[in-house]
């Protein structure tokens, strides 16, 4: 089987073997250039508008910003657009159902007041920066700290290659870019990505960490193949008392083929991480129809068996960046409502779609959270650029069990925003007022609890007692414990783009020319962000080379032995971590 | 080199005798994809507009010139500094009228 041995890994051969085969391919449905202007007539076009929805997209060829008509057909939602070249048509959503039940939970209010650029937006997405037309606060920045990278993906055309110009920020550039996130009006960004290249090439990481924890920063992750904390425990360590958070770690899948950036490596991490005690993972697979599709549920139940380190699954629906011809597109679209449902045929039904919530229903709780306490943190993207749900594991009897099987989330948020509307009304919130407050939501609380059907273990009741009548939310941490998180973050490509999901997008980027840009635009748009800034600032490969004349290129690079996958093949931890595992499932047919 | 803070660059304001909204935007995205052009704004509704950039990589001759279409005329020429701009971009610096009780 192909494999990337004895080389620095890049994937090619692993992708070119793995798509010989075409399971299905995604039929886009025609729409003539009359038909289009008539929908587009009678389209809805307030956000969250039943389809057909109107939107502006992108053209693929000539940039330009071109109307586009978001549609269901045969129960799939499409996007089309008219560009010069002529009409584009790609996948939306795989189901309209999930596309209605998550847009019932958009969150429709403006949630950031200041603004890094004069443009006023109506240009967008060629304004950004953050302009006045943004809706939602930085809830995640992401400051790329280097385009240096280990591994050498194919399809990569941002890491810097032998000879070409290298990007990394100066502290004090990395400094700015996070006041200037935090600083943001009327809410400050809390988290941060530290993202590359591979960032974990830096020799400055631990100051990095610490100085974003300095800057106020509360969560700090760390966007990375993993590869040097598979044989550096001394930096796993480091990183996790500098404050780390989170590992962000790639993994595409089950088999050295699926996952060939670190199958074989993962085992060594996970034993660093044990012995450090932490941070915790959350996996990262990049999901792609006809790749790895069929082992999403084969991922949960890995993670599942992990959950002493793994705290989440993070699943991305491939965004296919560049120009894609059709055919390719066909064969590897798939998108948030299609990963959920493959993720229901491969967990026996466990999890089902029923299970999944877009990202802005945590609008609805922040709401609430702000009239109790104060804090305000709103995740109001648009409803369809993610989902996520809690999974726990019962260990008694073995069995995974998704968190609204014995919680009504939809009754218990429904309730808390009926309680935000009453606080709102109050003129003051007294202490004794707040404890009053706090025991009615936990008497009805349970009765949006079901104990019958909760994980044996879990102390869901005393938590949420803590939490409103105590006002200790820590406690809430525990909640993590036996669970799971599950996401799923859709980012665009230029065939799938709608503006109207960047003005709310969450998830942003810190350039050291004082803008800050939605992830769709800085990686969608590169040439006017992410590529050009960079080039601004990047130093030329002489100039990097006399700033750190140790440095050598290839040391930077990951060279993959023979010697070693042979041994990790026949190693202890390998089957402790792939072979020996459970099959909560009970469906798992592929095993390393 | 990595842009020093001291970097000079030029602000032209401009106004538009022929502009609509299509044709800001392409205009804008032509220009913008240029090294040479740290920030850029073309209001087709207002018909004004603004462009920052590096003399030492192109000409204000040259801006008008890809500009000439939208019949541009100049309403202010200011100097400022790569890191006077980075810091006029800061959040702190751009609350934003009439903005929401915090």
Not at chain 1, 238 to 265: C, F
Not at chain 1, 404 to 420: H, I, Q, S, T
Not at chain 1, 478 to 493: Q, V
Not at chain 2, 50 to 63: A, M, P, R, W, Y
């Amino acid at each position: 089987m192909a494999e990337s041995v004895g080389e620095i890994p890049s994937g090619e051969k692993e992708f070119k073997a793995s798509t010989r085969r075409i399971r299905d391919i995604v039929e886009f449905p025609e729409i003539s250039e009359d038909e289009f202007y008539a929908e587009l007539k009678k389209a809805s076009r307030a956000y969250g508008g039943s389809l057909p929805h109107r939107t502006y997209s992108l053209c693929p060829e000539t940039r330009r910003v071109v109307p586009a008509l978001v549609w269901e057909k045969d129960g799939k939602v499409w996007i089309t657009k008219k560009c010069p070249e002529g009409m584009i048509t790609d996948l939306y959503y795989e189901d309209v159902d999930v596309y209605y039940c998550f847009s019932k939970w958009r969150w429709e209010e403006k949630e950031l007041y200041s603004a890094n650029v004069e443009n006023s937006g109506v240009n967008c997405p060629l304004d950004c920066g953050m302009c006045s037309r943004h809706r939602s606060h930085t809830n995640l920045l992401n400051i790329v700290l280097t385009n240096r990278c280990n591994l050498s993906c194919w399809y990569c055309f941002f890491y810097a290659k032998e000879g070409q110009p290298i990007y990394e920020p100066t502290l004090e550039q990395i400094r700015q870019m996070l006041r200037n996130a935090k600083k943001q009006y009327p809410i400050g960004a809390n988290a941060v990505q530290l993202t590359g290249g591979e960032p974990t090439l830096r020799e400055d990481l631990i100051e990095i960490i610490r100085m974003a924890h300095e800057e106020g920063y509360d969560h700090v992750q760390l966007n990375t193949d993993g590869i040097k904390l598979a044989f550096d425990p001394d930096l796993v360590e480091r990183i996790r008392e500098a404050g780390t958070n989170t590992l962000y770690m790639s993994y595409d899948g089950m088999t050295p083929q699926t996952n060939w950036k670190n199958h074989w490596e993962v085992p060594l991490i996970f034993e660093n991480v044990r012995k450090a005690g932490g941070p915790g993972i959350v996996l990262v697979p990049t999901t792609i129809r006809n790749v790895n599709d069929h082992e999403l549920g084969a991922i949960i139940n890995f993670s599942l068996n992990h959950l002493d380190i793994v705290r989440g699954v993070n699943f991305q629906p491939i965004s296919q960046v560049g120009r894609v011809p059709k055919r390719e597109r066909q064969r590897f679209r798939i998108t948030i409502a299609g990963a959920i449902k493959r993720i229901e045929e491969q967990t026996n039904s466990v999890i089902i779609k029923e299970d999944w919530y877009p990202i802005p229903i945590a609008g609805h709780i922040a709401r609430f959270f702000q009239a109790f306490t104060g804090s305000k943190y709103y995740m109001t993207s648009h409803f369809a650029c993610g989902a996520a749900t809690y999974v726990f594991l019962d260990r008694e009897h073995k069995r995974v069990v998704p968190i609204n099987r014995f919680l009504d989330v939809e009754g218990f948020v429904g309730y808390l925003e009926e309680k935000a509307e009453e606080i709102e009304q109050w003129k003051t919130i007294g202490k004794l007022k707040k404890l009053k407050l706090g025991a009615e939501i936990f008497m009805k609380f349970r009765s949006f609890y079901d104990d019958k059907y909760a994980p044996k273990g879990l102390k869901v009741l005393d938590l949420i007692k803590n939490a409103f009548m105590h006002g200790n939310y820590d406690a809430l941490g525990k909640f993590h414990e036996n669970a799971l998180f599950l996401g799923m973050m859709h980012f665009m490509d230029e065939y799938n783009y709608d503006v109207e999901r960047v003005e709310r997008c969450v998830i942003h980027y810190a350039m050291p020319d004082g803008r800050v840009v939605p992830f769709c635009t800085f990686n969608v748009i590169p040439e006017l962000y992410r590529d050009k800034v960079q080039a601004q600032y990047s130093y030329t490969w002489e100039e990097w080379k006399a700033l750190h004349p140790d440095w050598d290129y290839k040391k930077d690079k990951y060279f993959r032995t023979k010697e070693f996958t042979e041994k990790m093949r026949n190693s202890e931890v390998y089957r402790k971590t792939y072979i020996d595992i459970e099959d909560y499932f009970g469906t798992i047919k592929t095993k390393a | 080199m990595s842009v020093k803070p001291d970097k000079e660059l030029v602000r032209l304001d401009l106004k538009f005798g022929n502009i609509d909204w299509e044709r800001a935007t392409i205009k804008q995205y032509e220009l913008e994809k240029e090294l040479a052009i740290w920030r850029i704004f073309l209001n087709g509704y207002t018909k004004k507009g603004f462009v920052v950039f590096d003399e030492g990589l192109i000409t204000k001759e040259k801006i008008l010139e890809a500009l000439a279409e939208l019949q541009p005329e100049i309403t202010a020429i200011k100097r400022l500094t790569v890191g006077e701009l980075v810091e006029s971009s800061m959040s702190w610096n751009n609350i934003l009228k009439g903005a929401r009780a915090g």
